[in-house]
């Protein structure tokens, strides 16, 4: 088409063509125009041929593919019993923000230029491939991890020093996992997957590393495997396992009961509690945060339900993670869920990171407006830990800011720490925000905060995390003290 315009005089393609006996085989096509001295068309000519089975080579970069990755490797195998094989995948890191920030077409040519650069440092012993997506591979034949590490250091340098994305402002890092021949796999597949492993290591321990596999790296993914497992099953099966606790909440001057925070937890079918820390993580990642979220949600309101039938002005907070907001869903479930449940939305309070309310604000401000238009009220919860400001505290639409723990352990001996918790309170209160300290749990931090006009007190001093039946009846024994007095 574009020859036919005038806008090329060349073409390469490559495309599928059925052959008579109905199979389809992949084709290339090289063609050329020549014209006379006059730019007039002469002549079109061009070769075709048929590729062997399919695509060896990575239209982008131009590297052998994924395909031709293992063949290489099955090969290296083959011939190298004795010989150390080092296999490595590479691995962009926050690539997906490239493409949503700049366009697919700059996320190609930056693409383009990490392989051709990483090329470029290549010893003769080790290969490049393009895999999928953002990722790279290289083999690399007898060579250890001494080599290996090395030559990814020689990566890193040499990315640092690149000026051709500078001035898009852009910082390009590589994560990186390997596994070696025979130590870590006796075969191609468990080598690829294998150096997998390692690269998702990598990204869990902060990216813009190499990780060498290992027998414990094997153990925890073998553990996360089973925990996943473990997690569906649970969920498939109306979220069996799963329950909550609830810390109690209590006001700043009175320390009367004025609501709890709902926290979640999991017991597995032989009786072992497994930590939030360590299963919250596993259904972010694989996609089952939204769906636990809605079933929190509904389930802290119903027990709700019947505290407020004996202390109507009493609050539920839930958290909600980013991914959670992020939902399109997100704000017509969380009303249906209050008009099913026949729940006061005033009561109910939703909790959010700080680093999540901050980052994302553009994105989740309509949505907290929303919340609040349905008489929701918005906590942003450990705020102080690093990425709050004044100006976030002028212009966000909360309600609520609950001061990290860390901002209290040292209260007692840091004039600092007594200083930011008595300016947090009055901004905040200068702006109709209302301020909430977390982690209390000595009767000396207490009473050092009982002069700072907090609005609400929440710690293992005023209770840790308790069952429903025991909230309901500590609300009814303070319902029933006060109705004495």
Same mark, same amino acid.
């Given at each position: 088409?574009?020859?036919?315009?005038?806008?090329?005089?060349?073409?390469?393609?490559?495309?599928?063509?059925?052959?008579?006996?109905?199979? %389809?085989?992949?084709?290339?096509?090289?063609?050329?125009?020549?014209?006379?001295?006059?730019?007039?068309?002469?002549?079109?000519?061009?070769?075709?041929?048929?590729?062997?089975?399919?695509?060896?080579?990575?239209?982008?970069?131009?590297?052998?593919?994924?395909?031709?990755?293992?063949?290489?490797?099955?090969?290296?195998?083959?011939?190298?019993?004795?010989?150390?094989?080092?296999?490595?995948?590479?691995?962009?890191?926050?690539?997906?923000?490239?493409?949503?920030?700049?366009?697919?077409?700059?996320?190609?040519?930056? $693409?383009?230029?990490?392989?051709?650069?990483?090329?470029?440092?290549?010893?003769?012993?080790?290969?490049?491939?393009?895999?999928?997506?953002?990722?790279?591979?290289?083999?690399?034949?007898?060579?250890?991890?001494?080599?290996?590490?090395?030559?990814?250091?020689?990566?890193?340098?040499?990315?640092?020093?690149?000026?051709?994305?500078?001035?898009?402002?852009?910082?390009?890092?590589?994560?990186?996992?390997?596994?070696?021949?025979?130590?870590?796999?006796?075969?191609?597949?468990?080598? %690829?997957?294998?150096?997998?492993?390692?690269?998702?290591?990598?990204?869990?321990?902060?990216?813009?590393?190499?990780?060498?596999?290992?027998?414990? *790296? $094997?153990?925890?993914?073998?553990?996360?495997?089973? $925990?996943?497992?473990?997690?569906? &099953?649970?969920?498939?099966?109306?979220?069996?396992? /799963?329950?909550?606790?609830?810390?109690?909440?209590?006001?700043?001057?009175?320390?009367?009961?004025?609501?709890?925070?709902?926290?979640?937890?999991?017991?597995?079918?032989?009786?072992?509690?497994?930590?939030?820390?360590?299963?919250?993580?596993?259904?972010?990642?694989?996609?089952?945060?939204?769906?636990?979220?809605?079933?929190?949600?509904?389930?802290?309101?119903?027990?709700?339900?019947?505290?407020?039938?004996?202390?109507?002005? /009493?609050?539920?907070?839930?958290?909600?993670?980013?991914?959670? @907001? @992020?939902?399109?869903?997100?704000?017509?479930?969380?009303?249906?869920?209050?008009?099913?449940?026949?729940?006061?939305?005033?009561?109910?309070?939703?909790?959010?990171?700080?680093?999540?309310?901050?980052?994302?604000?553009?994105?989740?401000?309509?949505?907290?407006?929303?919340?609040?238009?349905?008489?929701?009220?918005?906590?942003?919860?450990?705020?102080?830990?690093?990425?709050?400001?004044?100006? /976030?505290?002028?212009?966000?639409?909360?309600?609520?800011?609950?001061?990290?723990?860390?901002?209290?352990? &040292?209260?007692?001996?840091?004039?600092?720490?007594?200083?930011?918790?008595?300016?947090?309170?009055?901004?905040?209160?200068?702006?109709?925000?209302?301020?909430?300290?977390?982690?209390?749990?000595?009767?000396?931090?207490?009473?050092?905060?009982?002069?700072?006009?907090?609005?609400?007190?929440?710690?293992? %001093?005023?209770?840790?995390?308790?069952?429903?039946?025991? *909230?309901?009846?500590?609300?009814?024994?303070?319902?029933?003290?006060?109705?004495?007095?």
């Amino acid at each position: 088409m574009e020859i036919g315009e005038n806008r090329r005089d060349a073409h390469y393609v490559e495309f599928r063509a059925k052959q008579r006996s109905g199979k %389809y085989v992949w084709m290339r096509c090289r063609g050329y125009l020549t014209r006379d001295e006059c730019g007039i068309p002469v002549i079109f000519a061009g070769i075709m041929h048929k590729m062997d089975g399919q695509n060896k080579v990575d239209p982008l970069t131009q590297l052998f593919n994924h395909r031709m990755f293992m063949k290489r490797i099955r090969k290296y195998i083959e011939k190298s019993q004795e010989e150390k094989i080092a296999v490595a995948i590479l691995d962009v890191d926050n690539f997906r923000q490239i493409n949503e920030l700049y366009s697919r077409k700059f996320g190609d040519r930056i $693409l383009c230029t990490i392989a051709y650069n990483i090329q470029v440092l290549l010893p003769d012993n080790a290969r490049l491939f393009r895999l999928d997506n953002d990722r790279l591979g290289f083999l690399m034949r007898d060579a250890g991890k001494k080599e290996v590490n090395q030559f990814f250091s020689r990566i890193q340098k040499r990315f640092s020093a690149l000026q051709e994305w500078k001035k898009e402002k852009l910082e390009i890092h590589l994560s990186a996992g390997c596994a070696f021949f025979s130590d870590s796999g006796q075969t191609a597949d468990e080598l %690829y997957l294998h150096a997998d492993y390692a690269l998702q290591y990598a990204k869990e321990q902060g990216k813009d590393r190499m990780v060498i596999f290992t027998e414990e *790296i $094997l153990n925890q993914k073998s553990h996360m495997l089973e $925990l996943l497992k473990v997690l569906r &099953d649970a969920m498939n099966h109306e979220f069996r396992g /799963f329950y909550l606790d609830y810390q109690p909440q209590v006001n700043g001057r009175t320390k009367a009961l004025t609501g709890v925070e709902a926290l979640v937890r999991f017991c597995d079918e032989k009786g072992n509690r497994i930590s939030p820390v360590e299963f919250i993580p596993v259904m972010e990642k694989e996609g089952m945060i939204y769906e636990m979220g809605r079933w929190v949600l509904r389930q802290a309101i119903r027990d709700a339900g019947e505290w407020i039938r004996i202390k109507p002005d /009493f609050d539920i907070s839930v958290n909600a993670s980013a991914l959670e @907001m @992020m939902n399109d869903q997100y704000i017509e479930d969380v009303e249906k869920i209050l008009e099913e449940e026949k729940f006061p939305a005033k009561n109910l309070v939703i909790e959010l990171t700080e680093s999540s309310a901050v980052q994302r604000m553009d994105i989740f401000r309509n949505k907290y407006k929303k919340l609040r238009e349905m008489g929701i009220r918005i906590a942003m919860d450990d705020f102080g830990t690093g990425y709050s400001s004044l100006e /976030f505290l002028k212009n966000a639409p909360i309600d609520l800011v609950k001061i990290d723990r860390s901002f209290l352990k &040292d209260i007692l001996y840091s004039r600092f720490d007594s200083a930011f918790i008595t300016f947090i309170v009055e901004i905040c209160h200068d702006v109709n925000i209302k301020v909430c300290q977390e982690g209390v749990e000595t009767l000396e931090e207490y009473e050092m905060l009982k002069k700072m006009e907090l609005d609400c007190i929440q710690g293992y %001093y005023f209770g840790k995390p308790m069952s429903k039946n025991a *909230i309901r009846n500590k609300i009814s024994a303070e319902c029933q003290t006060e109705g004495n007095d």
